[in-house]
Nanobody
């Protein structure tokens, strides 16, 4: 019913930049907080940052000042602008929407919780 699709990953040299996108599709009425997570090889998935429906942002300490999250509600999108990348930033980056309100043919509308994309690979070379 709802899909989150990330894009923009790739291979970049240390010190470089990338911009990740996350686009939600489906009969969406509203998206609450959107977040980015990442998972490095052999490690658990970790939270990178979030943006609320009101535009407030929070970030993991290690990315503060380097990463910026934004959203475009008209296009059901969120973005992760990454600058000053280092090898520790390597991993698969996932988009998450904690709560999405959608149209439903039976109920009129319903909520979907904890929605994830399939991830996009970011590799930073030294």
């Amino acid at each position: 019913q709802v899909q989150l699709v990330e894009s923009g990953g790739g291979l970049v040299e240390a010190g470089g930049s990338l911009r990740l996108s996350c686009v939600a599709s489906g009969s969406i009425l509203r998206i609450n907080t959107m977040s980015w997570y990442r998972q490095a090889p052999g490690k658990q998935r970790e939270w990178v940052g979030s943006i609320t429906s009101g535009g407030s942002t929070n970030y993991l300490d290690s990315v503060k000042g380097r990463f910026t999250i934004s959203r475009d509600d008209a296009n059901r999108s969120a973005f992760l602008e990454m600058r000053g990348l280092n090898t520790e930033d390597t991993g698969v980056y996932f988009c998450n929407a904690d709560w999405i309100f959608i149209r439903d043919q039976t109920a009129g509308a319903k909520e979907l919780f904890d929605n994830w994309g399939q991830g996009t690979q970011v590799t930073v070379s030294s």
